[in-house]
Structures are given as C-alpha cells and as structure tokens.
C-alpha cells in the first residue's frame, strides 16, 4: 500500500502539472473544471501542507500548524456527513480513502512519530 505521503504528494504533482499545461497562449490561467474530486483533493492537499507533509508552494517550507489540519479535516468530515448518500461510489471511496489517510497522518503527528 502506498503511504499517505506518497499519495498526495503524487496528486499534488498532477495538480501541478495540469495547472501549467491549463496556461492560455497568452499565460493567462484556465482554471481546471469544477468537481467533487478535484475539491476533495484540494482539501486534502492544504491539509498535508498544514501538518508539514507537504511544503507550502507560497513560500516552499515546511511548517507545520496542526489546528488548522485538524480543522480541514473536521471540515472533510462534515463534507462527508452531509452529502451521504448524494456521491456517487467514486467520490464516495475517494473521500473516504482521503480522511483515512489524513486522520493517520495527524495522528502520527499529535503522537510525536515520524512520516
């Protein structure tokens, strides 16, 4: 199984990449379309960035701010608890797949263990 680190690292690097191949011929930025999906991962990648898995691409550094992790993932929660039974099982298993990865995530960082 692929560690949680290595998974949202690699869907940041296709976020990333997407976003440069979405420039215009006049660099002008073409947001990618709306989804679930996209917003899950989207959440879930600020989360990483709040536990210092990931680093922050404003400022390229690792810090680490704990609350506001836990707040996302609260945040993914509700998400969860209020589209049940709207997802499709797709979106569904992604969401799920995402909280379990990022709760063992916060809970090795509250815990004081290593990623």
Do not use: C, H
């Amino acid at each position: 199984m692929e560690s949680p680190e290595k998974k949202i690292d690699q869907d940041w690097k296709e976020t990333a990449k997407k976003e440069k191949e979405a420039l215009n011929k006049d660099g002008q930025f073409i947001p990618p379309e709306a989804s679930f999906n996209f917003f899950v991962t989207t959440l879930a990648i600020q989360a990483s960035i709040a536990m210092g898995v990931m680093e922050n691409p404003a400022d390229g550094k690792k810090e680490e701010n704990l609350p506001q992790a836990r707040f996302l993932i609260d945040t993914m929660v509700l998400l969860r608890d209020k589209t049940k039974g709207n997802l499709n099982a797709e979106e569904e298993k992604l969401l799920e797949n995402v909280l379990y990865e990022l709760r063992m995530s916060y809970i090795n960082k509250t815990r004081g263990g290593s990623q």
